[in-house]
């Protein structure tokens, strides 16, 4: 898979800061820093290329909502570029706005209560200009549709629907300007799981039918693994690992991956091994520590970690890890496992 | 299992009363039991009744709901019949609970030590000194760093990790028979997930202290309960071992939770979503309640409810069906 041609980008980030000045006021002693920047971001690069999911994890903290919002536009990075495919020079802020379109976590605060969603998707339609006036209630209908919702839906309110329903909505919404590019950011996580399914169903029938680029942020693994093409791992501002997603989970390259994966709960099988089971929790990206960001909590943290700051390397055809270690990762158990149970 | 029970819950009814006398049942007939030193797992999605059904036994029913029949039956005295100050002197030495938003439940200008110290002062009459003491070692049993110094923190100063921590000390304070858990660990990153689970499957195994587990997650049951209980639209639809239970469901229900949940160890497994979604409370059909979005739903499934019956060793589902839906032995 890995040997195939990889399809040209149609998003790159390069060297993206975010920090935000932080005042001296209450929050900077609760914090108990002695910085007054925080840096939710500290360099990413990253490319989301044409047609793919590519999956974005990490816990609280890590900066991937923050990602999000730069790549939709909504906030501006401190330093770095966002280099979009086929983006004419001198484009307007809302043709910028257009090709990049966001699916938010809770489909309940996303939607404007006071409109119907027909009122919704045609303020869209006439703003973007995406069809004639006449043709406004037809590309809505066409659009519920493609989301798998009624005609009848165009009349009613957001409160009138639940969760799955909603973010259905949401997803419509997201559509209505022919985005190149969906950023979700948790999309599933605030549904039950009976519905969750059909979410992750829309989302792939998007890919496969419309050819969308999905960037699709999530904590759960597992959702993460039935979805998408590639993984990239980010702990404290940083991207710590990129791979395909088989070979990521099958061959993490990071003690941070592997420490993630550890921690899913196992429908069926038990803790897969207790080697990675790390201690305490993300550090405040106030304090982020000297060297390789990972190292209070890594087990197999050497001196040198404590001193260089690894920046992302190859470690395999497709695959990145920002580890010292990475090369002398014993293999993963988890890995065998998984071979054996085939 | 022991001749008495730990917990008996018997046909307990939830809901609403209204002005005009009229009744709207939330819960409706939940049996089940939860031996001493037990580990109790209650699944169902949104609106199933599981955390109703918890907060009943907790006596932390919201406003408006109330116990319209049943009994909850603690070592054998019905708690629901029970006067409100007898309820109390059992919360904390005898039924803890842990919540899922640790920042809602803690007091906000209270030092979390003397929080943890609160319930062994008042129910083990220790002295004001005593009980800090407990207070740092139950948070150093609870795995809280430096737990001397944080004793005097406030609860905004604490990570989640560090909050959901205390409300385990806080719970556990008094080493009680019965913990109740709702979704503990929902707002928690995975890998600190782990962690808080690990902790209170030790803590619980030091102290003999039975669990009754609320959530949504069928990896956290897995993980955490051995028994379980699996609810929709506020009754139970099926119990037994949760290992045996997800080897081989017994309910179309179950079954269908089951595939439409994306499995780590499965990556090929395709997910199948159930269609429709849950009845709304106020509106649930005649007959069985899953009965609209089942696909092996007969026509006797729209007329009557079937009773929660064994299907197997050790195994009860409310389906009449069952029989012949999964007659078959799983490949």
């Known amino acids: 898979m890995s040997t195939a041609q990889t399809p040209p980008a149609v998003l790159r980030v390069s060297g993206i800061t975010k920090a935000y000045r932080v005042g001296r006021g209450l929050i900077r002693r609760v914090a108990g820093a002695q910085h007054n920047t925080l840096k939710a971001l500290d360099g990413v690069d ?39 495919a086929g983006l004419k020079a001198g484009a307007t802020r809302r043709e910028r706005a257009r090709r990049v379109q966001m699916v938010f976590q809770d489909p309940y605060s996303s939607l404007n209560p006071r409109l119907t969603v027909g009122s919704m998707l045609a303020e869209l339609l006439t703003l973007h200009r995406i069809v004639p006036r006449k043709e ?15 005609e009848d839906v165009l009349d009613a309110y ?59 942020i999530a904590h759960n693994l597992a959702v993460v693994q039935h979805l998408s093409q590639r993984v990239a791992v980010m702990y404290l501002g940083r991207i710590v690992e990129v791979a395909e997603t088989a070979e990521l989970f099958a061959n993490p390259r990071h003690p941070y991956t592997r420490a993630l994966i550890d921690s899913i709960p196992r429908m069926s099988a038990e803790s897969v091994n207790d080697l990675f089971d790390i201690e305490g929790e993300p550090p405040s990206p106030f304090d982020v520590p000297s060297g390789c960001r990972f190292h209070p909590r890594c087990p197999v943290a050497v001196d040198r970690c404590r001193r260089e700051d690894p920046a992302l390397m190859r470690v395999g055809a497709a695959h990145q890890s920002a580890c010292l270690l990475a090369e002398d990762l014993a293999p993963y158990p988890g890995a065998q496992k998984a071979e054996e149970a085939r | 299992m022991s001749e008495q029970p730990l917990l008996s819950v018997r046909g307990l009814t939830l809901g609403i009363r209204h002005k005009n006398d009229s009744v709207t ?36 029913l919201p406003r408006g709901v109330e116990v319209l029949s049943g009994s909850i039956d603690y070592r054998g005295r019905d708690l629901v019949r029970m006067p409100a100050d007898g309820r109390r002197r059992l919360a904390g030495p005898e039924i803890a609970m842990i919540f899922q ?3 809602t439940a803690l007091n906000p200008v209270m030092k979390v030590g003397e929080q943890i110290a609160e319930s062994p002062r008042r129910h083990l009459g220790l002295g004001k000194e005593e009980a800090h003491r407990l207070a740092v070692e139950m948070m150093r049993r609870t795995g809280i760093p430096d737990p001397a110094r944080r004793a005097h923190a406030y609860p905004h100063e604490l990570s989640g990790g560090l909050r959901q921590r205390i409300m385990i000390a806080m719970a556990l304070s008094c080493s009680p028979k019965l913990l109740l858990c709702d979704e503990p660990t929902t707002a928690l990153d995975v890998t600190v997930q782990h962690q808080v689970l690990r902790l209170l499957e030790r803590l619980c195994e030091d102290t003999g202290t039975a669990l009754v587990f609320v959530t949504h997650d069928l990896g956290v049951v897995n ?17 037994g ?49 899953f009965a609209p979005r089942c696909v092996y739903a007969v ?33």
Do not use: W
């Open chain 2, 223 to 239: 993980q955490t309960c051995r028994e379980l209980a699996v609810m929709y639209a506020g009754g139970i639809v099926e119990r």
């Open chain 1, 136 to 150: 406004i209630r037809q590309e809505s209908i066409r659009l519920l549709g493609r989301v798998g919702l009624r």
């Open chain 2, 25 to 60: 049942t939330i819960v409706d007939g939940v049996d089940f039991e939860v031996a001493e030193g037990e580990r109790f797992g209650i699944v169902g999605e949104s609106g199933s009744g599981k955390s109703l059904t918890l907060r009943a036994i907790a006596n932390l």
């Open chain 2, 299 to 331: 026509d006797h499934c729209l007329e009557a409810s079937p009773p929660l019956e064994p299907v197997l060793p050790d195994r009860e589902a409310a389906c009449f069906e069952s029989a012949t839906i999964f007659e078959r032995t799983p490949a």
């Open chain 2, 101 to 103: 938003e640790p920042m």
């Open chain 2, 241 to 289: 071992k949760v290992k045996e239970v997800f080897a081989d469901p017994r309910h179309p229900y179950t079954k269908g939770l089951l595939d439409s949940a994306p499995d780590f160890d499965r990556p090929d497994h395709e997910l199948v979503a159930i269609p429709g979604f849950p009845p709304d409370v106020f509106d649930r059909p005649a007959g069985c309640a």
């Open chain 1, 158 to 216: 957001p409160s009138q629907f639940s969760g799955g329903q909603r973010q259905r909505i949401a997803i419509a919404r997201a559509l209505a300007v022919r985005p190149d590019v969906l950023v979700a950011d948790e999309p599933v996580s605030a549904l039950d799981v009976s519905v969750q399914a059909t979410i992750l169903d829309l989302f792939r029938s998007l890919q496969a039918e419309l050819g969308l680029s999905i960037l699709f």
């Open chain 1, 46 to 84: 990253l490319e989301l290329r044409r047609g793919e999911v590519l999956a974005l994890v990490g816990e609280s903290g890590s900066g991937k909502s923050t990602l999000a919002k730069i790549l939709v536009n909504s906030t501006t990075p401190t330093s770095g570029t966002v280099e979009e």
